[in-house]
């Protein structure tokens, strides 16, 4: 009897262990399996792309290259999608019906948009040596410009829907002068392509400007004399023009990071990378959208009672 007591013992002790092995073996394989929506706010990426570039571009990196990095990490991606929004309220929409798990857009609007218990860390464009993408207060270097101050009656040029560029510039003049820059500046240009503010300063179109280091950097390599005639005279920190988030508890957030930071080591990444002029992909924090979250509280702040 007490030997059949061992043996019964014995093989419920093989059971469990059987049932307990399927069972995380079944939770990693639903863990290796699943689908990647992407959604894009447009308007932020037409800089460095066309839309028609954008649209093949993204679903080339969805459903083909990002694909092809996950079957070589185990992971089989089953349904894939690549959406474009003009607007954010559409974005929202889409994300709140469950449509989407990574959102591309501009911090200010993922801050505005999204709460921070609704995502998770997500992944951002670089430059050269990991270095960020800062948005650039640009002056003409013999306009005597030394400070915010000297702003005054000046001819600005801006960045075309560019929200950030719009709230930066108007905290500095708030800052400086308890008004908004539209009321103090003697012009305003408004421009697609940050590329064409460099030039408006270089060529004495403009006085000052805001235009993001790539663009200035790029403009500075193809004409080294613009930065004889235009240079920097403020920064606002920011990471990239655009930043990736997914949506909180998507089950293949850790491996679509890691397969996003090693994108540049493949062909295909590098494809890809290259269309938005971006060198690397780099860990983003939720945390980072506090600099423009800060920024937002301040002008609000100062706007505050101004006509």
């Known amino acids: 009897?007490?030997?059949?007591?061992?043996?019964?013992?014995?093989?419920?002790?093989?059971?469990?262990?059987?049932?307990?092995?399927?069972l995380a073996h079944a939770d990693q394989q639903l863990a290796k399996h699943g689908r990647v929506n992407m959604g894009l706010y447009t308007k932020s990426i037409t800089?460095?792309?066309?839309?028609?570039?954008?649209?093949?571009?993204m679903n080339f990196w969805v459903k083909?290259?990002?694909?092809?990095?996950?079957?070589?990490?185990?992971?089989?991606?089953?349904?894939?999608?690549?959406?474009?929004?003009?607007?954010?309220?559409?974005?929202?929409?889409?994300?709140?019906?469950?449509?989407?798990?990574?959102?591309?857009?501009?911090?200010?609007?993922?801050?505005?948009y999204?709460?921070?218990?609704?995502?998770?860390?997500?992944?951002?464009?670089?430059?050269?040596?990991?270095?960020?993408?800062?948005?650039?207060?640009?002056?003409?270097?013999?306009?005597?410009?030394?400070?915010i101050q000297d702003l005054r009656g000046k001819r600005i040029a801006m960045l075309e829907g560019d929200e950030l560029?719009?709230?930066y510039m108007d905290t500095l003049f708030l800052r400086a002068f308890k008004k908004g820059y539209k009321t103090l500046a003697a012009s305003i240009?408004?421009?697609?392509?940050?590329?064409?503010i460099v030039l408006d300063l270089y060529f004495n179109k403009a006085d000052a400007g805001l235009a993001y280091v790539n663009s200035f950097q790029v403009m500075s390599e193809l004409n080294p004399d613009i930065r004889n005639k235009v240079k920097v005279l403020d920064t606002f920190e920011v990471r990239s023009k655009n930043y990736s988030y997914m949506r909180k508890n998507y089950p293949l957030a850790n491996e679509i990071r890691q397969i996003a930071l090693s994108f540049y080591k493949?062909?295909?990444?590098?494809?890809?990378?290259?269309?938005?002029?971006?060198?690397?992909?780099?860990?983003?924090?939720?945390?980072?959208?506090?600099?423009v979250d800060k920024l937002d509280r301040e002008h609000a702040h100062l706007a505050k009672g101004i006509k």
């Open 47 to 57: 800089e460095q792309a066309s839309i028609s570039d954008i649209e093949i571009s």
């Open 266 to 291: 493949s062909a295909r990444g590098k494809q890809i990378l290259d269309i938005y002029k971006t060198a690397a992909l780099d860990f983003l924090k939720v945390e980072e959208l506090d600099t």
């Open 165 to 167: 560029a719009e709230m």
């Open 189 to 196: 240009q408004q421009q697609a392509k940050a590329n064409r």
């Open 114 to 147: 999204f709460k921070r218990d609704e995502i998770t860390d997500g992944f951002s464009g670089m430059l050269e040596d990991n270095k960020p993408d800062n948005l650039l207060l640009i002056v003409r270097a013999d306009s005597n410009i030394q400070n």
């Open 64 to 112: 083909d290259a990002l694909a092809f990095e996950a079957q070589k990490a185990g992971i089989d991606i089953q349904t894939t999608g690549a959406f474009l929004y003009e607007t954010m309220q559409d974005m929202r929409v889409d994300f709140d019906h469950g449509k989407l798990d990574i959102i591309v857009a501009p911090p200010l609007l993922i801050s505005r």
């Open 1 to 22: 009897m007490g030997h059949q007591l061992i043996r019964m013992s014995c093989i419920l002790c093989a059971l469990l262990s059987n049932t307990i092995i399927g």
